[in-house]
């Protein structure tokens, strides 16, 4: 199959190999010393229900999400990740939570590595080295290392997803496009909502292009990521006697994200209690109807401006003055001014546009940011390739 387009990419030389090893081995040491330092942290509602749904499945061999019986109300990847990990534990006689911990900083130290060889790939080194500094400053990324929850795993997957699809778009070959695929399902199975971006950078190269080789591409993509996705299908549909194609919990986030600049339910009845699971989605969908209805202003605003202030305006978790004017500066406004940047530059306009396609999907959800903390590596490439390019145009930067 030929090359969508080509690139060429110099390899990483030995000075920066060793610059690079110096960074990342800092990182490492910094994090681990912040989770062994912090005071013990008492786990949230859902690193609560991923714990017992943990030790739950070692005493009784299902996987049930606050349950007593097989459910589907979450995706399997983040737990069978902890199983794993808690089994390791076991053996080597450790506390399973501080082993979680102590992975989770090893897989954010690999997430680094691929921040650095995305913006690499687009602007050189001095862009790799730039975005790498700005995700490894990011204190919210040393707490995500402490905290019991899907980030810092799907995090590093999406990562290796988006520089899968990079190469697979260079290079053209079948089964990079499959390897890519394959990727993607392992993220879905930790943290769905990135699933239908699996289609989008194969329809709009086709609907430039016009070649019936990309859709050959994109086949053999969705198929590789339907192989990885059966075991999750064929469990459900044998455990639970129904086809569910990733998890049942979507109707609560939809639901609360219908009471517009209110979504800890601060003011007036919660709008979620006493509303059946199987039916928030059904109730979600009249709220929205209804608001947009009665109340059109306020409710065009709340999907658009005021879901993306709540998302995007503040940084995830405890953080100081430094760490917010870091997050507004870096991975707000030049974050969102380099994706404009690079949804135009062949190598990056795949990863910008995954930032436009996640933030629009969270629009529909309740808008905390906790969800969009996933986006900013990503964003640290996006304002690193963005400054360095300003440099290289204006400043005669090397390439």
Do not use: C
């Not at 909502?193 to 329809?203: E, Q």
């Not at 306020?298 to 978790?317: A, D, E, M, N, Q």
């Not at 953080?319 to 500066?329: D, K, Q």
Request: no cysteine.
């Amino acid at each position: 199959m030929d090359r969508f387009y080509q690139m060429k990419t110099g390899g990483i030389h030995r000075k920066e190999k060793i610059i690079l090893g110096l960074i990342l081995l800092i990182a490492l040491i910094t994090r681990l010393y912040y989770i062994y330092t912090s005071p013990e942290l008492k786990l949230t509602h859902d690193e609560l229900g991923y714990h017992e749904m943990t030790l739950r499945f070692f005493a009784k061999g299902f996987m049930g999400y606050y349950a007593v019986a097989p459910t589907a109300f979450v995706t399997p990847g983040y737990p069978v990740f902890l199983i794993a990990v808690y089994f390791v534990a076991g053996l080597i006689k450790t506390d399973p939570l501080t082993t979680v911990r102590t992975v989770q900083v090893i897989l954010s130290v690999a997430s680094l590595f691929f921040v650095y060889l995305i913006a690499r790939k687009s602007a050189g080194p001095a862009a790799g080295f730039l975005a790498l500094l700005f995700a490894a400053i990011y204190s919210p990324s040393y707490m995500a290392n402490n905290r019991i929850l899907t980030e810092v795993l799907y995090i590093f997957l999406l990562l290796v997803y988006l520089y899968s699809l990079m190469l697979a778009f260079e290079r053209g070959d079948l089964w990079r496009h499959a390897l890519s695929g394959a990727f993607l399902a392992v993220a879905v199975l930790v943290r769905p909502s990135a699933a239908p971006f699996l289609i989008l950078p194969y329809m709009v190269t086709f609907l430039v292009k016009r070649d019936v080789r990309v859709l050959t591409a994109l086949i053999v993509s969705v198929a590789a990521f339907s192989i990885m996705m059966v075991p999750w299908w064929v469990r459900n549909y044998m455990v639970l006697d129904k086809f569910i194609m990733f998890a049942t919990q979507s109707g609560d986030p939809i639901l609360r994200g219908t009471d517009p600049w209110d979504i800890y339910d601060k003011y007036g009845p919660s709008i979620i209690e006493g509303v059946p699971n199987a039916k928030k989605t059904e109730v979600a969908m009249e709220r929205i109807k209804e608001g947009f209805s009665t109340d059109p202003w306020l409710w065009i605003r709340w999907y658009t401006v005021g879901k993306l202030s709540f998302l995007w305006h503040k940084p995830w978790g405890v953080f100081t003055t430094w760490t917010e004017a870091l997050h507004l500066w870096v991975f707000v406004v030049l974050g969102w001014l380099g994706t404009l940047v690079n949804l135009f530059d062949k190598r990056l306009r795949w990863t910008a546009l995954f930032i436009v396609f996640s933030t629009a999907i969270h629009l529909a959800f309740i808008p905390i940011n906790r969800y969009t903390y996933p986006l900013t590596p990503i964003m640290a490439v996006m304002a690193g390739t963005l400054l360095v390019k300003i440099m290289q145009k204006y400043l005669t930067l090397p390439r």
